[in-house]
Each structure stands twice: as structure tokens, then as C-alpha cells.
């Protein structure tokens, strides 16, 4: 099952970061990486192309709307053939955050809205934030959350290791 696939993936090690708010679910990872905030920000903010920091994203196209404004749309294949469908919602290089929704995809979730903002936290030193909210479909709200939350830490955990590598 693709599902099962990317959960393998993603989900060694997650603990952290899990909330339950007003009927909603909420998943959230922070990362502090020891490089400067615009560097960190130019290799995690192409929206079309996932991939290049990510390490379930096997290949990220464009498929509507012009990369990085407010309503291209990205199809994002993961390693089992799996596929996520989302849409850019926001987007602000200046603020180093974008906002996007899945529309449709292989994970158990619906309704899911997640924001990706890089911070400086100093003279070298960087935090990224990734967060979402989204109602369980097909899973457990607890499975969800995990999942989910598997994906932001896989993700931040490699973006940490290609930005402290020199």
C-alpha cells in the first residue's frame, strides 16, 4: 500500500510536535540549523521542486500556474509511485514562507493546510518551522498526526544535514 510505503519512510523516531485542537488535527516540527537563514531559505523554497531537499519527494513538476505564485499547482511523486497533488496558497520570499493545501494524494489526510516558514535565529543559525492542520481520512487521528509528522521531520532532519554540510 503507498500509504504504508511513505510511513515507512518517514517515521522512525517522531514524538514531538503533536497536537489536537478544536476538532481539528495539528503536526508541527521545528529544526535549528546552523546556516545563515537566506541559504537555508534558497534551498527549501522552490515550491517545484520538492526533491531538492526532501528526501521522500522523487520528483516535484508544476502542473498549473507559474512556480512559486499563489496558485501553481505541484504533483509530487514519492519513492513506491505514489503521488501528492497540492496547491500554493501563499507565498512571500521576503517573510522566507509559503502556505500550500494537498488536494488530493496517497495520505490519510483531508482538509489539509500546512505553512513552511525559515526564520533567522542569529549570525548562523536558522529555524524552520513546518506546520499543518488537517482531518484524519482512512486512519486514525493519532496514525494521521503521525504520518504527518513523520513527513515534516524527514524532511527538516535532511534539510539540516545538506545545509551544515560544506
Request: net charge positive; glycine share 10%; aromatic share 8%.
Amino acid at each position: 500500500m503507498k500509504q504504508a510505503a511513505l510511513v515507512g519512510l518517514v517515521l522512525a523516531g517522531i514524538s514531538s510536535g503533536v497536537a489536537f485542537a478544536g476538532g481539528s488535527l495539528k503536526a508541527e516540527q521545528s529544526i535549528e540549523i546552523n546556516a545563515k537563514a537566506d541559504d537555508v531559505w534558497a534551498k527549501s523554497s522552490n515550491f517545484g521542486d520538492l526533491g531538492a531537499w526532501h528526501p521522500a519527494a522523487t520528483k516535484t513538476e508544476i502542473v498549473e500556474g507559474t512556480n512559486n505564485q499563489v496558485g501553481a499547482v505541484r504533483v509530487i511523486t514519492l519513492p513506491d509511485g505514489g503521488k501528492l497533488k497540492e496547491k500554493l496558497e501563499a507565498y512571500d520570499t521576503k517573510k522566507h514562507t509559503y502556505s500550500y493545501t494537498i488536494l488530493e494524494g496517497v495520505l490519510p489526510v483531508s482538509d489539509y493546510h500546512s505553512t513552511y516558514t525559515v526564520h533567522s535565529a542569529g549570525a548562523n543559525k536558522t529555524k524552520v518551522t513546518w506546520s499543518g492542520t488537517f482531518n484524519a481520512a482512512g486512519a486514525s487521528n493519532a496514525d494521521a498526526v503521525k504520518t504527518i509528522t513523520g513527513v515534516y521531520k524527514g524532511g527538516l532532519d535532511n534539510l539540516k544535514k545538506i545545509s551544515e554540510t560544506k
